[in-house]
């Protein structure tokens, strides 16, 4: 696998507009859990938009409340922590997967009762992971799951979901929308293999430098150390 791994900075700069983007890997050393989710807009509402952290939930914000025309999808927490669990989606679908874990249910079975976001002819998919920290830092795991209009109308739904073991200095990338156009086309296949750095900084950098100038947001990413528990995160938001 590590020999098919992509250069992620290589990816982003090959791509307009992936739309909003998951990355979920370990770090080169081992010793890291590492995630990126970005957003990113070509509507003046979508970009009228701030990350804003709040403890271990970070949220999106307007960036001037009386620009916003419609905050039903684009204003929610991308990402929450239960336990030993972190959560990042695009979407609200955030709140039922933390319902859910609260009570001991899993992540798929969430999103078993939820669908792609209602933005026709877009239908944007939802994507979601779930970071599985474990007691030991053998035990981590991770699982990504995207939720695509299957007919072309926003009737059906196909649901796929993917658990991977994590593997030092690789990860893996899920973004909503293949390329620009009109409408959106949705991501296909598996989420990508990607080579993840040890450094918080270089990683988030390299995510950050490569989104295209004029459609990127917003970015945050974390590090949670594997033995301690120790988080280490960066914040970039276009809009200051």
């Known amino acids: 696998m590590a020999n098919r791994a992509k250069n992620l900075g290589r990816l982003l700069a090959a791509n307009e507009y992936p739309g909003r983007g998951i990355v979920v890997g370990r770090s080169r050393d081992g010793k890291k859990a590492m995630f990126a989710y970005f957003i990113m807009g070509r509507s003046e509402n979508s970009?009228?938009?701030v990350f804003a952290e709040y403890g271990d939930e970070l949220r999106t914000e307007p960036f001037d409340a009386s620009k916003v025309a419609d905050p039903s999808l684009i204003i929610y927490s991308p990402v929450k922590t239960v336990g030993g669990d972190i959560i990042v989606t695009n979407g609200d679908q955030?709140?039922?997967i933390q319902a859910f874990?609260?009570?001991?249910?899993?992540?798929?079975?969430?999103?078993?009762?939820?669908?792609?976001e209602p933005d026709a002819p877009h239908y944007t998919p939802r994507i979601s992971a779930v970071l599985h920290l474990g007691g030991k830092p053998s035990e981590y795991s991770y699982e990504l799951s995207i939720l695509k209009c299957a007919d072309g109308k926003g009737?059906?739904?196909?649901?796929?979901f993917f658990l991977?073991?994590?593997?030092?200095?690789?990860?893996?990338?899920?973004?909503?929308?293949?390329?620009?156009?009109?409408?959106?086309?949705?991501f296909q296949g598996e989420p990508v293999c990607v080579k993840i750095k040890s450094d918080l900084h270089a990683f988030a950098d390299e995510i950050w430098e490569n989104l295209n100038a004029e459609n990127k947001i917003s970015l945050y990413c974390r590090?949670?150390?594997?033995?301690?528990?120790?988080?280490e995160r960066v914040l970039y938001n276009k809009n200051k």
């Open 47 to 49: 970009r009228n938009r």
């Open 94 to 96: 955030t709140d039922s």
């Open 101 to 116: 874990l609260e009570k001991g249910v899993c992540f798929r079975r969430a999103l078993m009762q939820r669908t792609f």
């Open 155 to 160: 009737v059906k739904c196909n649901r796929q």
């Open 164 to 186: 991977y073991e994590a593997v030092s200095g690789l990860g893996h990338f899920l973004h909503t929308y293949r390329r620009n156009g009109d409408p959106l086309p949705s």
């Open 223 to 231: 590090a949670v150390d594997l033995k301690t528990g120790k988080s």
